[in-house]
């Protein structure tokens, strides 16, 4: 491996980073009903966890509630617990036909945890963008080992690798920052 590959592939690592924290904060429940706040939820379906999008229909009427529509009738317990299950504090209503979530407003203190839990998630990435940044150091410093590159090559090259990393934990603080601004929104 060179030189810019080692570059590349970091800045790509760093980006799965970013993205994996957006999935978790589409996962995170700001008040306003989202299909998305269901995808991270498993149904015990025939012993196999399955996610509740692959065995119904999810909808978002309105900013207040989400609909699912099971697409065999034996799945409506089994969806219905796994939402109480699941820690987003949400209660199912059955009707027999569909299972409605009305997302209550957000409690003071539920914003406060969800903004602990952005800010952990936020960290998170913050250590998977630095882990990338201690891999590409010792991936060039190997090269300058066996004289593939010069001493002022890896300098310039681990320069250019802070300056990755500076760039995306900035992203992930932004990200954070607008994340808890959304929760904290009433």
Known sequence: MDMESILLD????????????EREFSRLRTGRASASLVD?????????????????????????????QPWDRNAFSLIEKAILKSDLGLNPVNDGKIIRINIPPLTEERRKDLGKMARKYAEEAKVAVRNVRRDANEQLKKLEKNKELSEDDLRKAQEDVQKLTDRFVAKTDEKAGAKEKEIMDI
């Open 10 to 21: 970091a800045e790509e690592r760093m980006e799965k980073a970013i993205a994996a924290l």
């Open 40 to 68: 991270g939820i498993k149904v015990d379906y025939y012993g196999t966890p399955t996610p509740i999008s692959q065995v119904a229909s999810v909808a978002v009427p309105d900013s207040r509630c989400i609909t699912i």
